[in-house]
């Protein structure tokens, strides 16, 4: 009975995981520039549990491990904001912030605004990269013109440019949550044009995502009803034995 309440749980567990990121997509659904994220499965296979160890021997089983998380880098749909400082990316081009540390991270989420001193930063205040570093304006600059190719312009000139950049492998690109994500060697654009007065849109398609939670709701309950089954099973087996030697 421990091989197959090993193998159910296996499969509870990984359901478990799929059910965390399918609601954590849900939840940044309205998010500028979400990805949505997704799990991939493969086959493990151990040896026979018995008395508690795994035991070599002619036969493996089959269980299932959650082999990674994935994200789905499809671009989201493009809508109107008319707040100047909203920026969207038509392409594969990627907005640069600045860390804590210095470092950069990138981001498809143009939701800027200006904070407390006159930066422009993220959502959650981390400085927007041009490609001489952040940039601050003050009341001199008046209104802020930004061109289709990231070009920032105010009332005393061009003042920077919209740092950008592009991941030749997006599969090896890291979430580090916020909506962030880490590169190694990320590449200058090609083919890429930034839109003022515009946010990109999560990719999180909710009627896609809704049935999959229900799905998953549905197949977690199932495997907890098939444990819950080999467990009474196993204790009818020991309680029928134990009155067999009484």
Known sequence: MENA???????????????????????????????????????????????????RGDRTLSYVQDARTFTDFQAGGIIMTGNPLDLAVDGDGWFAVQMEDGSEAYTRNGSFHLDSAGQLVTPDGRPVLTEGGPITFSTQDGQIDIAADGTISSELGVRGRVRLVAFQEPRNAVSIGNNLMTYTDPQPVTRTRVIQGAVEQSNVHGITAVTELIEITRKYESVTKLMKDTYDLSRSAVERLGKSQA
Do not use: W
């Open 5 to 55: 309440q090993l193998i159910n749980l296996s499969r509870q567990v990984a359901l478990r995981r799929q059910l965390d990121v399918t609601a954590n997509n849900l939840a940044n659904m309205t998010t500028s520039g979400y990805k949505a994220k997704h799990m991939k499965f493969e086959e493990y296979l151990m040896p026979v549990a018995q008395a508690t160890a795994f035991q």
